[in-house]
């Protein structure tokens, strides 16, 4: 690819250009395109002392 001044205006091209003084060859890369949005974190673990009482709480129902 190409990149070009033509009546002041860059212009990118995959042929040279009319005035090859303007012209300057630029390197195309590959992209990974949008990622995917981060999974949410996960949720907090519950205090273990207090899952404790409330199963024997739940039981002594």
């Known amino acids: 690819m190409r990149k070009c001044v033509i009546d002041g205006k860059n212009v990118i091209s995959n042929v040279d250009c009319a005035n090859a003084s303007s012209s300057k ?5 590959d992209t990974r ?4 949005p ?10 273990p002392a207090n899952l404790r009482e409330q199963m024997i709480d ?3 129902r």
């Open 25 to 29: 060859v630029i390197a195309i890369h």
């Open 33 to 36: 395109g949008i990622e995917a």
């Open 38 to 47: 981060k999974a949410p974190p996960p949720p907090p673990q519950p205090d």
């Open 58 to 60: 739940k039981a002594t």
